[in-house]
């Protein structure tokens, strides 16, 4: 079952969209079950595929600091999306795994709600 998404921002959608975004492309490749889980997303978190391309054009560290400025129950909730990406195409990559490290920890994401 998946937990409730709660109701981002429109500046907080061009934050968590654009880190989903990285993680996807981080080792390099596409795989369907990225593409899968990035479509349920879009239904959960309300975006369609310009809405990423908007995300790009967004600093990542403005994303940061969008993100960094979410509240506690957001951030976890963000946490949970970025594992369910990483771990979509049934292998949780290295690059992924320090890319979401470094996301969760720029945002102020603490080690206990991994």
């Known amino acids: 079952m998946t937990p409730a998404t709660p109701n981002y921002s429109l ?4 934050a968590i969209v654009q ?9 390099g490749a596409v795989h369907k079950g990225e593409i899968d889980v990035l ?6 978190i309300d ?9 790009r054009n967004l600093p990542p560290e403005q994303g940061l600091l969008i993100l960094k400025g979410m509240p506690e129950k957001k951030k976890q909730s963000l946490a949970l999306i970025l594992d369910e990406v990483a771990n979509s195409d049934g292998h ?21 709600t991994l």
């Open 11 to 14: 500046a907080e959608k061009l």
């Open 19 to 27: 880190v989903i975004d990285s993680v996807i492309l981080v080792d």
């Open 39 to 44: 479509s349920q997303l879009m239904s959960r």
């Open 47 to 55: 975006f369609d595929s310009n809405f990423i391309l908007q995300a």
């Open 92 to 112: 949780f990559h290295k690059k992924e795994m320090k890319l979401i490290l470094d996301i969760c920890s720029a945002s102020g994401i603490h080690k206990e």
